[in-house]
């Protein structure tokens, strides 16, 4: 099992290279998280963005796995296998999803707001998608399994969580109708058993042993990591690669190439710690050359130069051994990039590593190496005929510093701006 995890904040574009890799693998699988990822992929001069389906789907020889660590809504699914079908994809014949995936209840979604506004100022951002409360119901040992929609006492079983939660929503203030989205729900829940259902743990496994190629597609990013992110304004799951065999039921031993995906730059949705962001024009010119606004929220991004303390910490989290880099053309734009290699404390203190303060301080100071621009790339780009020496010198960087090297670089929202350093592209 390969697997290709964010290194930053989400939105590094994993969309685009699940697609572009999807060939080389007979099954791509989610692992985690939900409805708050937003997986863009632009082929054909058309946009798609899948949140809970994985970007496998468009090849209907590549199965698509939805696996246990990921929460599911059901009205989003429904609607998300409907817009497929529309536009000629199959979705229902190469997508399986797991018996044990949790489902998000209107009411969790209800109970994320609910926490959001009891927060005040402290709010994380959420998207609002019932994440959160819906990982709490998997801890706590009360969630609703996908394979609990076959037990003649769903309904009963319904009722009782979504009175608790109702309780909750009273204490919190909150008087939500969510009548209309109940029935929408009750609806996709009847729709949900057209889905294949499986114990996708065994049926992993047994690809695996047949000698199938696994790809385990991350949503989210690693520095969102429940454990490891800059707690508390993360996501409820594991982002990083412990995630993808517990989300999954694969054994470590299986995990071959870790594939790491970052942006040139670095960008962060909601609230939270965001030490090389930048309030100025060349902020606002990295949000609209990159188009940065949320894919499921449309929010607009918060923009920075690249953080290299950020993306060194990641790289160790998950053992990347391959990098690639995102949205090379974006910082065409500029005459002079920069890479954050050190954060100066509070006390004045000069750290290369990730340190537990940077949750709990605003006020860390980058300290910036400047490198050349490159200018506006071909609009054909390869490794080893026209890379500008600029970009290359830029890679060469990011590589000596974080041990790994980069395999893919995007230079665009295709799937053909895409080049490959055929040196180490392990496939
Ligand atoms: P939640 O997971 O929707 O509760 O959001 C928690 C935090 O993670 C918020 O700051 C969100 O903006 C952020 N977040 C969640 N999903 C994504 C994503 O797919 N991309 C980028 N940020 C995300």
């Known amino acids: ?107 969790h979604r209800a109970l994320d ?104 597609e991350g949503a989210q990013g690693s520095l969102l990591d429940i454990d490891f992110g800059s707690y508390p304004f993360v996501t409820s799951s594991s982002t990083c690669i412990a995630g993808a065999c517990s989300g999954l039921g694969v054994p470590p031993r299986r995990v071959g190439e870790v594939f790491g995906i970052f942006k040139a730059y670095c960008t962060r949705v909601g609230s939270g710690p965001f030490p090389t962001e930048l309030h100025d024009n060349t902020g606002e010119l990295l949000r609209q050359h990159g188009h940065e606004f949320g894919s499921t929220t449309g929010r607009p991004r918060r923009c920075g130069w690249l953080d290299l303390v950020a993306l060194k910490y990641a790289v160790m989290l998950n053992g990347v051994t391959q990098l690639f880099m995102m949205k090379a053309d974006v910082l065409s734009h500029f005459d002079a990039v920069q890479i954050c290699i050190a954060y100066k404390l509070p006390d004045g203190t000069l750290v290369q590593t990730m340190p537990y303060e940077v949750s709990q301080h605003d006020d860390i100071q980058p300290v910036y190496k400047t490198f050349k621009g490159w200018g506006l790339l071909p609009e054909s780009l390869s490794w080893k005929q026209n890379m500008p020496d600029e970009l290359e010198d830029y890679m060469a960087f990011i590589t000596a510093e974080t041990g790994v090297p980069i395999s893919i670089l995007s230079y665009g929202p295709d799937r053909s701006q895409t080049a490959f350093n055929q040196n180490v592209l392990c496939k």
């Open 1 to 107: 099992m390969d697997v290709l995890l964010g290194l930053q904040w989400g939105d590094e574009g994993k969309g685009k290279v699940v697609d572009v890799l999807a060939p080389n693998y007979d099954v791509v699988a989610r692992f985690q998280g939900g409805p708050n990822a937003g997986h863009t992929l632009v082929f054909d001069d058309k946009k798609h963005v899948l949140h809970q389906i994985p970007s496998g789907i468009f090849r209907p020889e590549t199965l698509n796995v939805i696996g246990n660590g990921v929460v599911i809504c059901p009205i989003k699914l429904r609607a998300e296998i409907e817009s497929l079908q529309e536009r000629g994809i199959d979705a229902l014949s190469n997508l399986v999803l797991s018996k044990r995936t949790q489902i998000i209840l209107p009411t």
């Open 113 to 216: 707001a609910a926490y959001e506004n009891a927060k005040g100022q402290a709010k994380i951002g959420s998207t609002l998608k019932g994440i959160g409360p819906a990982y709490q119901d998997k801890y706590g040992r009360n969630g609703f399994r996908v394979g609990d929609l076959l037990r003649k006492d769903f309904k009963e079983r319904y009722e009782q969580l979504k009175s608790a939660h109702w309780k909750i929503l009273e204490f919190l203030g909150a008087s939500p109708d969510l009548e209309a989205e109940e029935k929408t729900f009750l609806e996709a829940v009847e729709f949900l058993k057209k889905v294949q259902l499986a114990d996708t743990e065994i049926l992993l496994n047994e690809a695996l042993a047949d000698g199938q190629r696994l790809l385990a």
